[in-house]
C-alpha cells in the first residue's frame, strides 16, 4: 500500500485531497502541531522515521501583502519550508509533490493562459518565495511532481486568510452589501476538490515528473468571478466593476495569470466547478466560514 504525507490537511487543498483518497492510499495527516516543516532537523528525523512514499506538500504562507513587510516569514515556508522537505524526501526515497501559485508570473499579457513552458517572474515577494520554493523542489529532489494553481477555494477556506472568495461574495451578497470587485486582473478559478483529484492522478497513475498546471479551464476577471457567483447562488448583487488601482496593495499582483496545461492535464471549465461548489453549500455555511475578509485578493 502506498504511504503518503500530507503537510496542511486541514487547509482548502488539503482537506480536499484527504476527501479524495484513493482507497489503496495510506494517508498520514501531518498538521503545524505535528510537523513543522521550517525546523530542517525536525523535519528530516520525523519523515525519515515515518518514511513515506510520497510527501504532499499543501503548507504555505499565503498573506501577499504582509509578505512584504515580513519577506523572512514567507521565504521560511515557502521556500526553505520547501527545501527542508526536498532533503528529507531525497534521503528517504519519497516522491515530493509541492503546491505553487500563478503568482510566479508577471502577468505579461498573452492570447492564451500561462502554461508548463512560459518563463517564471513573480512580481512580489510572496510570488518569488513561492518560486524559489519551485527551485528547491526541482533540484533538491529528482522525484517531484510541482503543481501550479491559481484563484483556488474550497470547503474549508483559506486558514491564512480566514476564508475565500467565493464565501465572501456569497456572505456580502447574502446581506444585500454592495461590492467593489476589480475587473482588470484575470485568473483561473480553481475549485480545491477538482485540483485534488488531478494531485491524486499525477501520483497514482505515475505520471513523468515535473511542472504541471491544474487550474480548472477557461479565464475570467475577479469581478466575472464575483458576478457568476452571486447568480450560480440565485443572489441578487451590486457588484461594481474597478481597476486594481482602486485597491492600494503593497504587493503587486500578475494582471493576467490565468493557467493551462500542456502536460496532458484537462481539467473541466471553471464555470461548471464553481456550479457544483455552489450547488453543494448552504448561504449559512458561507456565512460561518467567513465575516470580514477583503473581496480583493
Known amino acids: ?58 503548507a504555505a504562507y499565503v498573506r501577499v501583502d504582509d509578505a512584504e513587510d515580513d519577506a523572512e516569514a514567507a521565504f521560511r515556508v515557502n521556500a526553505l519550508g520547501v527545501k527542508n522537505l526536498a532533503l528529507a524526501a531525497r534521503k528517504t526515497g519519497a516522491v515530493l509533490v509541492h503546491i505553487s501559485t500563478d503568482y510566479v508570473f508577471d502577468g505579461s499579457k498573452k492570447p492564451s493562459p500561462y502554461n508548463e513552458d512560459d518563463t517564471p517572474n ?11 520554493g519551485e527551485l528547491y523542489a526541482e533540484n533538491f529532489t529528482g522525484s517531484h511532481y510541482i503543481v501550479r494553481l491559481a484563484g483556488l477555494y474550497g470547503r474549508a477556506g483559506a486558514s491564512g486568510k480566514g476564508g475565500n472568495f467565493v464565501y465572501t461574495i ?24 477538482d485540483a485534488a483529484k488531478e494531485i491524486w492522478r499525477l501520483i497514482t497513475e505515475e505520471r513523468p515528473f515535473g511542472l504541471y498546471h491544474a487550474s ?27 481597476p486594481h488601482t482602486a485597491y492600494k496593495t503593497k504587493a503587486r499582483r500578475p494582471l493576467w495569470s490565468p493557467l493551462e496545461s500542456v502536460r496532458g492535464i484537462r481539467p473541466r471549465e471553471w464555470e461548471d466547478a464553481l456550479k457544483d461548489f455552489i450547488g453543494s453549500l448552504s448561504l449559512s455555511q458561507a456565512k460561518t466560514k467567513t465575516e470580514t475578509i477583503k473581496t480583493e485578493k
Open 1 to 58: 500500500m502506498l504511504k503518503v504525507a500530507l503537510i496542511g490537511p486541514g487547509g482548502q487543498l488539503g482537506t480536499e485531497i484527504v476527501a479524495a483518497k484513493p482507497g489503496e492510499v495510506e494517508l498520514v495527516p501531518l498538521a503545524r502541531e505535528t510537523l513543522d516543516i521550517t525546523r530542517p532537523e525536525e523535519t528530516k528525523t520525523f519523515l525519515t522515521g515515518l518514511h513515506p512514499d510520497v510527501i504532499i506538500n499543501t
Open 122 to 132: 513573480p512580481l512580489s515577494t510572496y510570488g518569488i518565495s513561492k518560486y524559489a
Open 170 to 193: 456569497l456572505n456580502k451578497a447574502g446581506n444585500g452589501e454592495p461590492m467593489t470587485i476589480v475587473d482588470d486582473i484575470h485568473m483561473s478559478p480553481t475549485n480545491a476538490a
Open 216 to 242: 480548472n479551464g477557461g479565464v475570467c476577471s475577479w469581478y466575472e468571478f464575483a458576478v457568476k457567483i452571486a447568480a450560480m447562488a440565485g443572489l441578487k448583487a451590486d457588484i461594481t466593476p474597478v
